[in-house]
């Protein structure tokens, strides 16, 4: 299973890219709602999500945990408790944790991204406590993976993709939506 959370203002294109690239390949992929099952992105357009927060289970059978960015989201998600429970379940277990644009703010707040390779809109890069700020746009160190932000919404899918699956299923996936 992997999580992905909402928070009222969640940058809409950063969690539906991903929620869609994961979904193609069959990968179990619930959008959880932080507060409410209807959940309004940072430009006002309304998300329905699978389950709401109360309905997150932490066990095994959890691959990912996917933070979007988008404010005032990141910081909606960041003041959640289920939302910290799940990042310390990752870390504590070895489960892939992935972050973009501002969200990864929230793992560097944490101290999370100490000594690792990491990156953020250029705005919450200063929030990357202790990270080797990388210049790739989609970065993965270990478990972590952060994006810069939307124009890359669709690599951080794939990159979460390649991840949990194969570098060719990724490829794959990445040929037949035509994304260079």
């Known amino acids: 299973m992997v999580y992905v959370f909402l928070a009222n203002g969640f940058e809409e294109i950063e969690a539906l890219a991903a929620v869609d690239v994961l979904r193609r390949v069959g990968i179990p992929t619930q959008t959880v709602g932080i507060g409410s099952r209807v959940i309004y992105g940072s430009h006002d357009i309304p998300v329905t999500t699978d389950i709401d927060e109360t309905q997150v289970h932490l066990n095994e059978s959890i691959q990912a945990v996917i933070l979007p960015g988008g404010m005032p989201g990141t910081k909606n998600l960041e003041n959640s408790p289920v939302v910290q429970s799940a990042i310390a379940y990752c870390v504590e277990n070895q ?33 990357l406590k202790g990270a080797l700020l990388s210049e790739e746009s989609v970065c993965r160190d270990g478990q972590i993976i952060t994006a810069k932000g939307m124009g890359v919404s669709l690599d951080f899918g794939l990159k979460i993709l390649e991840a949990l699956t194969t570098l060719k299923t990724a490829d794959r996936i990445r040929e037949s939506v035509q994304c260079p």
């Open 95 to 127: 489960v892939l944790l992935a972050a973009i644009c501002a969200a990864p703010s929230i793992l560097g707040h944490l101290g999370l991204l100490k000594g690792k390779q990491a990156t953020a809109h250029p705005d919450f890069q200063k929030d």
